[in-house]
């Protein structure tokens, strides 16, 4: 039982969990586009993709306040504004989807010298976890 709770509990499962689910909901809204389905059709995905982001930034942000002033966290509020603008400019929706996509690539595949960048602080700043921070030279 304790086995369960501590797998229920992992934050790296909730991540990875959220993660697949953003992308895969971000795939078939994207696409749905790309191939003009409604917008009856497309809203569930466009939910599910703003709220898998949201629980992606919380995950990533923790507790700390940090991850919102630094460039991978103003990076994903950039996307989750985009995403709330498809709605409202509709005839822009695919540039739009296209901007968080790049968006998402390169944010996701920087080096942590810029993920990790406090605009606030003019500095990088170390974080105990992510993908590249053993490599930060600060």
């Known amino acids: 039982m304790s086995y369960l709770l501590e797998w229920l509990c992992n934050a790296r499962l909730w991540n990875i969990a959220a993660r697949t689910t953003h992308l895969a909901a971000m795939g078939i809204l994207l696409g749905g586009h790309a191939f ?67 968006l998402g690539s390169v944010g996701s595949h920087m080096p942590a010298r810029y993920r990790y960048y406090s605009v606030v602080y003019r500095e990088v700043i170390r974080c105990h976890s992510g993908p590249g921070v053993s490599r930060l030279n600060v």
């Not at 993709?49 to 002033?69: D, K, M, N, Q, S």
Request: no cysteine; aromatic share 8%; glycine share 6%.
């Open 36 to 102: 003009d389905r409604s917008r009856e059709n497309l809203l569930p995905y466009l939910v599910a993709t703003v709220i898998t982001g949201v629980a992606l930034a919380a995950l990533e942000a923790g507790p700390r306040l940090l991850w919102f002033h630094q460039l991978r966290g103003l990076m994903t509020l950039t996307k989750l504004v985009l995403l709330a603008g498809v709605p409202l400019f509709w005839p822009q929706r695919m540039v739009l989807l296209l901007v968080v996509v790049v």
